[in-house]
């Protein structure tokens, strides 16, 4: 890993690394202009709170903000849950409720699989939702993931390198 991840760019979306002040702002509930008036969500919180236990989450393959290009706000978060098990990395993602219904939340989950898809070693990237999520469940096969294994509180959806064109 290099010691400065880089930017992702798709189409409408920058997917940019945490600096330690925007994790600092979170956590103190301070507001940098460049968020969303709804950023940060729950999640969020949440996400931040764990990065002092899991260092690795801030490297390239880890968590990043999702910041909308046209207004350069950050309008979500999306991460890989460093490191990978027997070549299977989690990835999460959260778009605030103001820029749901615009297709970020997929557009995001491509990027960061195939990107997460070139780490050394990992082949499969997963994200476990509920069924009780429909929205989330769209997120995921609109991004291209598969139906992977179901149980009763969760279901489990996969994208492998061999699913990549």
């Not at 999306?78 to 749901?100: K, N």
Request: aromatic fraction near 10%.
């Amino acid at each position: 890993m290099s010691s400065s991840p880089t930017d992702l760019t798709t189409a409408r979306l920058i997917l940019r690394p945490w600096t330690d002040g925007e994790v600092t702002a979170v956590l103190d509930g301070t507001r940098p202009a460049h968020w969303a008036a709804d950023f940060p969500a729950e999640g969020d919180h949440v996400i931040a709170g764990l990065f002092a236990e899991h260092p690795a989450w801030l490297g390239d393959f880890g968590h990043r903000q999702v910041i909308e290009r046209e207004s350069g706000l950050v309008v979500g978060s999306i991460g890989l849950f460093w490191p990978p098990s027997d070549g299977t990395l989690e990835i999460g993602y959260g778009i605030v409720a103001s820029r749901r219904g615009r297709g970020y939340a997929p557009e995001a989950t491509r990027a960061m699989a195939a990107f997460a898809l070139t780490a050394p070693g990992v082949h499969t990237v997963y994200a476990n939702v509920e069924p009780s999520n429909p929205p989330s469940i769209r997120v995921l096969e609109k991004a291209g993931f598969q139906r992977w294994t179901a149980e009763e509180q969760s279901i489990r959806f996969r994208v492998m390198t061999a699913d990549l064109p």
